[in-house]
């Protein structure tokens, strides 16, 4: 149940903040409005600090990410018993936090002509629509994610547990962070980097239900590439940890 608790919790900060910041950049009449890609990536990086630095004080292994739970899952680091208490507080989390995005920034729904940037704040789109290659993008980022992680544990000597890397204690952390950064950078272009299941179909689920003015589709036509892809990803990314680390 702490592991439960703790993966809501930091799931739940990652994306308040991270929907946050798109909220703050493509939502009408805010302080950070047409701020950029650049801006949205570097909080995206600090929000997963967050989420990680407040799970793992916590207790959990700071998955904050169902596709690191089920890659932690094949590498062995993650016991099965251990892995429905990951993903069930890692969905919820993820819905609890795009529903706070949505009271943050309440009065800038309606100041919002575009449909669009609404869904987009609580999930990602392609850049261009093809589900095959949107799918390649979502898998090889998640890949990346992934494959980083087990290096950086791996370069700490951290190599048994479930958890991240505790040698360098909060530190261990912030590598992870310019991860995810490096990935937003350089790989998000395509998809906006979902790279975690539960960060867009939560938050995809609170757009369809919650009452914004104008909202338009859900696009639930998409919505399994953020999904399948990741997942994809990070088998991948631990079989080949697996082999070569």
Request: glycine letters at 14%; aromatic letters at 10%; charged letters at 10%.
């Amino acid at each position: 149940m702490s592991i439960l608790i703790a993966e809501l919790i930091g799931t739940m900060l990652l994306v308040l903040l991270g929907d946050g910041v798109v909220a703050n950049v493509l939502l009408g009449k805010t302080k950070g409005n047409n701020a950029g890609w650049i801006v949205i990536t570097t909080a995206w990086a600090l929000a997963v600090f967050v989420g990680a630095y407040s799970a793992g004080a916590m207790g959990s292994g700071a998955h904050l990410n169902p596709a690191v739970t089920v890659g932690f899952f094949v590498a062995g680091r993650t016991p099965a018993a251990e892995v429905p208490f990951y993903l069930i507080g890692e969905m919820v989390g993820a819905f609890l936090g795009a529903v706070l995005v949505w009271l943050h920034y309440y009065p800038h729904w309606a100041a919002t002509d575009d449909p669009s940037l609404k869904l987009a704040v609580f999930a990602t789109a392609p850049a261009i629509r093809n589900s095959a290659l949107n799918l390649v993008s979502e898998t090889i980022g998640t890949f990346v994610l992934l494959f980083g992680i087990f290096s950086i544990q791996g370069a700490v000597g951290q190599t048994t547990g479930e958890t991240f890397p505790i040698d360098m204690g909060a530190l261990g952390f912030i590598p992870v962070a310019f991860l995810v950064w490096v990935i937003g950078l350089a790989l998000g272009g395509t998809t906006g980097y979902a790279i975690n299941p539960a960060r867009d179909l939560s938050p995809r689920i609170a757009h369809a239900i919650l009452p914004i003015p104008g909202k338009g589709s859900s696009d639930w036509g998409y919505s399994w590439v953020p999904v399948v892809g990741p997942i994809l990803g990070a088998v991948i990314a631990a079989l080949l940890a697996g082999a070569v680390l």
